[in-house]
């Protein structure tokens, strides 16, 4: 048995465009942008070196979220299948393209994430930026309880 997949951080190139297959499946694509970034060898500063287009495909439940959250512009994580298909452009060249069946996508950007209606429980704490605080509910003024021993 083989087995791989794939975890991209990127933006979304354009809106999410939804569908419905002809039994009622609902399904979701959109476009993702991962740009590259290096030192140059010379100068040793830091240089774009490219951005990868990945088309991403998400089924069900999950892909009607997606069409109802993310937004052009929006930064998110993929998780998924990846597979690549060759095809012939318009002016005869030879393309390739990136295709991720996701299992899993959440949006990064702070504002969806407080905005959304299942707030925090919606983006689990594996897949929480570093830079994205646990927020806790601040505790009762019930006077002194056994939290206030511990040492942190």
Known sequence: ?????????GNLGRDPEMRY??????VTEFS??????????????????????YRVTIWGDRGERAAEQ?????RVFVEGRFRTREYEARDGAKRTALE??????MS?????????????AAFPAEARPASSPVRRPAPADDGPSDLDDLPF
Do not use: C, Y
């Open 70 to 74: 993310l937004r052009k512009g929006m």
């Open 32 to 53: 993702v942008a991962v740009s590259h970034r290096g030192r140059d060898q010379q100068s040793g500063e830091w240089v774009d070196q490219g951005t990868d287009w």
């Open 108 to 120: 990064l950007d702070r504002s969806a994430r407080d905005e959304g209606e299942g707030g925090e």
């Open 1 to 9: 048995m083989a087995f791989a997949k794939l975890m991209i951080i």
């Open 21 to 26: 297959t002809p039994s009622g499946r609902p």
């Open 100 to 105: 991720i069946t996701a299992d899993n996508v």
